[in-house]
T-cell receptor
Framework: GAVVSQHPSRVICKSGTSVKIECRSL??????MFWYRQFPKKSLMLMAT?????????EQGVEKDKFLINHASLTLSTLTVTSAHPEDSSFYIC???????????????FGPGTRLTVL | SQQGEEDPQALSIQEGENATMNCSYK?????LQWYRQNSGRGLVHLIL?????REKHSGRLRVTLDTSKKSSSLLITASRAADTASYFC???????????FGSGTRLQVQP
């Protein structure tokens, strides 16, 4: 099946630093990727939709200047948590939308997630 | 976006028993999907059922969909300890493209 990778899988940083998380579709192209956030024992909440070649679309309540998204190519989207604070500690999961080809139609493939801990 | 609800929130059963989880949602949908998540890990896609389907099977999984009631159920038969995980339903509708996840059910299968 189609594979999506995330890097890093785990990151610990000091308060005030910025952290970049990469999401890659390994064997298919994805013009659309999604970033979700998950708190412990909670469900996934959509943060933003990442569109290749254009600006991301953020969900209500998500600060776009805080969570910078760049979808630079058809296989890579990055989420940068700027000036991270302890309340940003969470599990961040990306998914890539396959719209054609072997990967399937309108099927989302999820990355393994990134555990961010801000001290 | 408003998320759907799943019940029960937590379920503990013995190995070999069946586990049933329910999901309700709020809007019209194109399809509904079920995912499994082991603690601290990513999501594993289990099964997709389209809005014009009522029931679907995959191995030990059986999914039903009632669009008139906006609800779905996931049945895991002959459960195993390895089935211990959180299970989420997620709905997909044209125009939104992102999935909307339910609140999840934490399943514990005792060996």
């Amino acid at each position: 099946g189609a594979v999506v990778s995330q890097h890093p899988s785990r990151v610990i940083c000091k308060s005030g630093t910025s952290v970049k998380i990469e999401c890659r579709s390994l064997d298919f192209q994805a013009t659309t990727m999604f970033w979700y956030r998950q708190f412990p024992k909670k469900s996934l909440m959509l943060m933003a939709t990442s569109n290749e070649g254009s600006k991301a679309t953020y969900e209500q309540g998500v600060e776009k200047d805080k969570f910078l998204i760049n979808h630079a190519s058809l296989t890579l989207s990055t989420l940068t948590v700027t000036s991270a604070h302890p309340e940003d500690s969470s599990f961040y999961i990306c998914s890539a939308l396959a719209t054609s080809g072997r990967a399937g139609t309108d099927t989302q493939y999820f990355g393994p997630g990134t555990r961010l801990t801000v001290l | 976006s408003q998320q759907g609800e799943e019940d029960p929130q937590a379920l503990s059963i013995q190995e070999g028993e069946n586990a049933t989880m329910n999901c309700s949602y709020k809007t019209s949908i194109n399809n509904l999907q079920w995912y499994r998540q082991n603690s601290g890990r990513g999501l594993v896609h289990l099964i997709l059922i389209r809005s014009n389907e009522r029931e679907k099977h995959s191995g030990r999984l059986r999914v039903t969909l009632d669009t008139s009631k906006k609800s779905s159920s996931l049945l895991i038969t002959a459960s195993r300890a390895a089935d211990t995980a959180s299970y989420f339903c997620a709905t997909f509708r044209t125009g939104r493209r992102a999935l909307t996840f339910g609140s999840g059910t934490r399943l514990q299968v005792q060996p």
